[in-house]
């Protein structure tokens, strides 16, 4: 029902910035929030961020709170994450999702959400 494709992940060093980019496709109408997740090796799927597909609710996890923006741009069927003062434990496979069902509050947990993109690597070197 609906597609998700990342890009924009890369090799950074500390300190510097990407901007990770979502193409939506498919059913897009019934997408109620975009996620975006994270996964290092060795690690659990990490919540990262959250925003409604309409509206202006967003949500961040506290460990990029501040250096993170999650974005979307209903006209383009696109969501977007802005990623600033990049830190090697920021590196993993980050992966974008639609959440469906979010209506009057944004979700958290990777098992509400979906569907999924194939995730783009993001390595940040100290």
């Known amino acids: 029902q609906v597609q998700l494709v990342e890009s924009g992940g890369g090799l950074v060093q500390a300190g510097d910035s990407l901007r990770l980019s979502c193409a939506t496709s498919?059913?897009?109408?019934?997408?109620?929030?975009m996620g975006w997740f994270r996964q290092a090796p060795g690690k659990e799927r990490e919540f990262v961020s959250a925003i409604s597909w309409r509206g202006s609710n967003s949500y961040y996890a506290d460990s990029v709170k501040g250096r993170f923006t999650i974005s979307r741009d209903n006209a383009k069927n696109t969501a977007a994450l802005q990623m600033n003062s990049l830190k090697p434990e920021d590196t993993a496979v980050y992966y974008c999702?639609?959440?469906?069902?979010?209506?009057?509050?944004?979700?958290?947990?990777?098992?509400?959400?979906?569907?999924w993109g194939q995730g783009t690597q993001v390595t940040v070197s100290s």
């Open positions: 498919g059913r897009t109408f019934s997408i109620g929030a």
């Open positions: 999702a639609a959440d469906i069902n979010a209506v009057l509050r944004l979700r958290l947990l990777a098992r509400e959400y979906e569907y």
